[in-house]
């Protein structure tokens, strides 16, 4: 049983949730200037976690016939057969039902909008057959965090949620493409949509590079509109220095580093953050 478990999270990669969850706790910091309630802030991380439980489930499960054919994702527990088909299709639809669930508890609002982010969650997978945009489609997931935090919070769209929200889609979509560099050659082959197969290596590092640069505008955008003060200011200063490492990590003739840069770097980008939004809310 908890050999299942642990396969069930290595298929969901549920690690990786480090990268939106500072980014929605900080998005519930901006909207309430404070602390919020116990209870809502449970549901709104609730809500989150089982949203991106139902994204990565239906990928798996979408993406399961050409997971077996990269050498890159071949050894994935749904690639290799390890947790079966219908088991990552249950998986998903209980996880849509719960994040569904999560925003009933929220507000009516948020519940009558949680299918257009199951939707979404569903259309990225299956973009890479008919778009090489489709890290703009993540990237859109994304902007929904902090656009959907402030519908749980307040029952509608604040503006600095909006810029946030900007924020967060440039920069998943960023990483996405930088991410994507290594299927460069398989992408090819097999006529998978990306930004990388389209554009090839060079370009599509610059598009990424200027992705994270709107990234850096939108939260500068977003202290400004939520008047939040110099320490907020601070962090954006730090947290740009953490983006520059990552691009320098990563060169046309040098991809070795791109699991450092994706993985590590991003990690500390959404968790700095958050720590300087609640230190600038609270100070």
């Not at 298929?11 to 309430?32: D, G, R």
């Not at 139902?54 to 979408?62: H, P, Q, S, V």
């Not at 902007?143 to 900007?166: H, M, N, Q, R, W």
């Not at 930004?195 to 290596?201: D, F, L, R, S």
Request: aromatic share 18%; net charge positive.
């Amino acid at each position: 049983m908890i050999n299942k478990i642990k396969t069930y999270f290595e298929l969901i990669k549920f690690s990786h949730t480090i990268f939106a969850l500072p980014f929605a706790v900080s998005s519930v910091f901006i909207v309430e200037k404070g602390i919020p309630e116990i209870e809502k802030m449970f549901w709104i991380v609730m809500a989150l976690v089982f949203a991106r439980t139902a994204g990565m489930a239906f990928n798996r499960y979408i993406d399961a016939p050409i997971d077996k054919m990269n050498p890159r994702t071949k050894n994935w527990p749904s690639a290799k057969g390890e947790i079966k088909p219908w088991e990552i299709m249950a998986l998903g639809l209980v996880s849509s039902i719960l994040f569904m669930f999560s925003s009933y508890n929220l507000n009516m609002l948020a519940f009558w909008l949680s299918p257009v982010v199951i939707l979404l969650l569903l259309i990225y997978p299956a973009g890479k057959r008919f778009t090489q945009y489709v890290h703009l489609i993540l990237g859109l997931v994304y902007f929904l965090i902090p656009v959907a935090v402030s519908i749980a919070l307040k029952g509608y769209v604040e503006p600095a949620s909006l810029t946030l929200g900007l924020a967060m889609a440039f920069w998943v979509s960023g990483f996405d493409i930088l991410y994507a560099l290594q299927d460069y050659e398989f992408d090819k082959s097999f006529g998978i949509y990306s930004i990388p197969a389209k554009y090839g290596i060079k370009k599509a590092i610059l598009i990424a590079r200027f992705f994270h640069f709107l990234t850096f505008v939108f939260v500068i955008l977003t202290g400004l509109i939520a008047d939040l003060g110099t320490v907020y200011f601070v962090g954006i200063f730090i947290l740009s220095g953490f983006l520059v490492y990552e691009h320098l990590l990563i060169k046309e003739n040098d991809l070795s580093k791109i699991n450092k840069a994706f993985f590590t770097v991003n990690g500390f980008v959404s968790i700095i953050y958050m720590i300087f939004v609640i230190l600038d809310v609270y100070i």
